[in-house]
């Protein structure tokens, strides 16, 4: 198992950047997939973005292709999702999960490890 913890949520108005970061802990960060989902108030958890093992294949949802970057650190054992262009309808609390395996997935069941989660309240 691996330990997620996330930073750099918080409230921002429409058209700012934020830039989250997930903290990874225990096995080996390369050995997993990592993903960022989000879940709004009264939805379920959606897909954002994930990227392979070495960085080299991202995949990203289409509300937010253009717009937000996934990118990950192997030597600091970090992902990170570079939030540009923010509107209020990307306010959620946003969480990196793990997946030990090769393949990017969208399916939240699909990914083992979660962190606790990180709001992104975005105003208009």
């Known amino acids: 198992q691996v330990q997620l913890v996330e930073s750099g949520g918080g409230l921002v108005q429409a058209g700012a950047s934020l830039r989250l970061s997930c903290a990874a802990s225990?096995?080996?960060?390369?050995?997993?997939?990592m993903g960022w989902f989000r879940q709004a108030p009264g939805k379920e958890r959606e897909f954002v973005a994930g990227?392979?093992?070495?960085?080299?294949?991202?995949y990203y949802a289409d509300s937010v292709t253009g717009r937000f970057t996934i990118s990950r650190d192997n030597a600091k054992n970090t992902v990170y999702l570079q939030m540009n262009r923010l509107n209020p309808w990307d306010t959620a609390v946003y969480y990196c999960?793990?997946?030990?395996?090769?393949?990017?997935?969208?399916?939240?069941?699909?990914?083992?490890?979660w962190g606790q989660g990180t709001q992104v309240p975005v105003s208009s």
């Open positions: 225990g096995r080996t960060f390369s050995t997993y997939v």
């Open positions: 999960a793990a997946r030990d395996r090769t393949t990017i997935v969208r399916t939240p069941t699909d990914f083992g490890s």
């Open positions: 990227v392979s093992r070495y960085g080299r294949t991202t």
